[in-house]
Structures are given as structure tokens and as C-alpha cells.
């Protein structure tokens, strides 16, 4: 089995940077991905391969990686960014995707 | 606009038999890499299984042998076969189009569009 694992929670003042992180061993030789569901909803991808943001995202989103450990970062956190984010990727092979366990950002 | 919708949940015995559908719409399912995920009420999100658009199928190990990922071309719509279900099948099931690939240092592997999801219930 294969397993990215997260900090279950991180808490931030509005206007501060929150930073979450993923770590895997295969990390190094396979993107991430993240993700945020707020209650209720659909996960919404944020960042995709490790640094890179879909159209629609704010800025203030970015992610970024070294070795086995990645990060997603929130700059300048808002009120509406409280949420569960999840990483995800994929083992060596390619063919076992996983989750991270997920981090709930509350913002205080 | 892209857009996926689920269904075919609902309540089912231990044991049961259940079909979801994902139909598709402002892209091609057979195109894609086309996923599935669940949660399980107040937990996080599991991958199930993936189709790739070569064919090729993958699960986790937590449904190998129980669960069939398919899809229809023409009708442009995946599918979840689940057999054998069981309570701890209970959950959310979202579909997601996906993608994957390798670049020259890197493989990828994610989803990027995400359905709203269908609820599968096992119990007596």
C-alpha cells in the first residue's frame, strides 16, 4: 500500500498564510494534486501538478514541492478558504491513486 | 460546459447488488481518464478506481474483486458495478474526469472536474 500523509488541522488569523503539507515517499516521481470541500460540496481542485493552478483559482493559492513533501500555501487567508483540503497522487506504479487523510483549515 | 452527473444510489442490503451511472456531458468519456471516490460519512476521501482511456482498469484493494468500473461510449457515460457490498461500502460516490501522463522528471495522476456525488447505503 502506498499512503500521503497530511496534519489533520491547521488554524490561521484572517489575512495570514496557511501552509499544508503532504508528505510520500514517491512524491519525487509523481505529481500532486490538491483539493478543497467545503461541508456538503464536491471537491474542487486547486492545484495540479504540485505548483500549478486552474483557471478560476484566487492567487492566493499556490503550491510547491521538495523532495517528499509538498505544500500548498494560502496567502492572505479569507474567511470563505476555511475548508478540508486533501493532496492526492499516486504510487510508483501509476496504478494505486491515493489520498491524504485531509487537513481542516479553520480560520479563526 | 463540463459537467457530471451521478446516480443510481440508494439503500441496499449487506450482500446486495448495486449499478451507479455517471453521465457525461461537454467532453468525451472515452477520451479521459475517468475516476470514482468516495467518502464515508464524517471521513475523507477515498480513491476507488480509475479507467484509463486506453482501458485499462485499476482499484483499490479495499473493492478489487467487488467493484467493476466501466463505460459506455455512446452514451458517454462511466459506470460502477458493486457486488458483495457491504456496510463499510457506505458513502458518497463521486465520479471525477481524470487525467494522467508523465513529463520528463514526473508522472501525473489526478481528476479535475468532479460530480456532485450519489449516497450508497448497506444496511439490514
Known amino acids: 500500500s502506498y499512503e500521503l500523509t497530511q496534519p489533520p488541522s491547521v488554524s490561521v488569523s484572517p489575512g495570514q498564510t496557511a501552509r499544508i503539507t503532504c508528505s510520500g515517499d514517491?512524491?519525487?516521481?509523481?505529481?500532486a494534486y490538491w483539493y478543497q470541500q467545503k461541508p456538503g460540496q464536491a471537491p474542487v481542485l486547486v492545484i495540479y501538478?504540485?505548483?500549478e493552478r486552474p483557471s478560476g483559482i484566487p492567487e492566493r493559492f499556490s503550491g510547491s514541492s521538495s523532495g517528499t513533501t509538498v505544500t500548498l500555501t494560502i496567502s492572505g487567508v479569507q474567511a470563505e478558504d476555511e475548508a478540508d483540503y486533501y493532496c492526492?497522487?499516486?504510487?510508483?506504479?501509476?496504478?494505486?491513486?491515493?489520498f491524504g487523510g485531509g487537513t481542516k483549515l479553520t480560520v479563526l | 460546459e463540463v459537467q457530471l452527473v451521478e446516480s443510481g444510489g440508494g439503500l441496499v442490503q449487506p450482500g446486495g447488488s448495486l449499478r451507479l451511472s455517471c453521465a457525461a456531458s461537454?467532453?468525451?468519456?472515452?477520451?479521459?481518464?475517468m475516476s470514482w471516490v468516495r467518502q464515508a460519512p464524517g471521513k475523507g476521501l477515498e480513491w476507488v478506481s480509475v479507467?484509463?482511456?486506453?482501458?485499462?482498469?485499476y482499484y483499490a484493494d479495499s473493492v478489487k474483486g467487488r467493484f467493476t468500473i466501466s463505460r459506455h461510449n455512446s452514451k458517454n457515460t462511466l459506470y460502477l458495478q458493486m457486488n458483495s457490498l457491504r456496510a463499510e461500502d457506505t458513502a458518497v460516490y463521486y465520479c471525477?474526469?481524470?487525467?494522467?501522463?508523465?513529463?520528463?522528471?514526473?508522472?501525473?495522476?489526478?481528476?479535475?472536474?468532479w460530480g456532485q456525488g450519489t449516497t450508497v447505503t448497506v444496511s439490514s
Open positions: 471525477a474526469r481524470s487525467v494522467g501522463g508523465n513529463q520528463p522528471t514526473s508522472y501525473y495522476y489526478g481528476m479535475d472536474v
Open positions: 461537454g467532453f468525451t468519456v472515452s477520451s479521459n481518464y
Open positions: 479507467i484509463y482511456s486506453g482501458g485499462s482498469t
Open positions: 514517491a512524491l519525487p516521481k509523481q505529481y
Open positions: 501538478k504540485d505548483s
Open positions: 492526492q497522487s499516486a504510487d510508483s506504479s501509476g496504478t494505486l491513486w491515493v
